[in-house]
Structures are given as structure tokens and as C-alpha cells.
């Protein structure tokens, strides 16, 4: 069983930066891949990007590329979101969930899901 809580979100203006930080509470955190999503008002949940459970493999969309890194560190039981150059379409409430295997996450078949945490860009 792992628990997730995110942290982080907030008010940023177009351009900025945040980090948003998922803590795992269990003690097979380590053993899975890791992915954050997204969801705006009146859209449907997007994924977002994953890295497997060593840390060593990644995969982003398309518009997120080159702004967003995903990284983990197992000792904290700890993964993250470095958002940089932030746009008012990256506002939504962001979540990070957890599946033993890398492809499962990007179908958004995970086994475990946090509570959200807000990003709001203003522009």
C-alpha cells in the first residue's frame, strides 16, 4: 500500500517557476514508476510525464518538453516536477500517481493516486 500527497502548487504569473513535490508513504515506493498528471477546468485528466522507479528513464508530452522535469529520489520516498516557463495553459490541478510499470502510467492505469495539488498561471 503507498500513499501519495502532493505539494507545491500555487500562483505564478507567465514565465515563472514551481516545483511540485509527491511524497509515498509505504515501503514500496521505490518499486514504482512514477508519473505526474493534469486536469483543467472542463477537460479531461492529461498525463503529464513518468519515470520509472530507478530514476533513469523518462518520457514527457509533447508540450511540456524542455520546461518540465520529472526526477525521484527513493531515500525520501520523494518524486518531483520542476516546471519552468510556465504558460496559463499549464493551469490545472496536478497529481501524481504510482504503477509497477512504466507503460501502465502513461495509459493512466495506476494503482495509486494522490489528492491533488493547485497550479494557477497568470498571464
Known amino acids: 500500500q503507498v500513499q501519495l500527497v502532493e505539494s507545491g502548487g500555487g500562483l505564478v504569473q507567465a514565465g515563472g517557476s514551481l516545483r511540485l513535490s509527491c511524497a509515498g508513504f509505504?515501503?514500496?515506493?521505490?518499486?514504482?514508476?512514477m508519473g505526474w498528471f493534469r486536469q483543467a477546468p472542463g477537460k479531461e485528466r492529461e498525463f503529464v510525464a513518468v519515470i520509472n522507479w530507478s530514476g533513469d528513464d523518462t518520457y514527457y508530452i509533447d508540450s511540456v518538453k524542455g520546461r518540465f522535469t520529472i526526477s525521484r529520489d527513493n531515500a525520501k520516498n520523494t518524486v518531483y516536477l520542476q516546471m519552468n516557463g510556465l504558460k496559463p495553459e499549464d493551469t490545472a490541478v496536478y497529481y501524481c500517481?504510482?504503477?509497477?510499470?512504466?507503460?501502465?502510467?502513461?495509459?493512466?492505469?495506476?494503482?495509486?493516486w494522490g489528492q491533488g495539488t493547485q497550479v494557477t498561471v497568470s498571464s
Open positions: 500517481a504510482g504503477a509497477i510499470r512504466f507503460d501502465r502510467v502513461k495509459r493512466h492505469d495506476c494503482d495509486y
Open positions: 509505504g515501503r514500496t515506493f521505490s518499486m514504482y514508476a
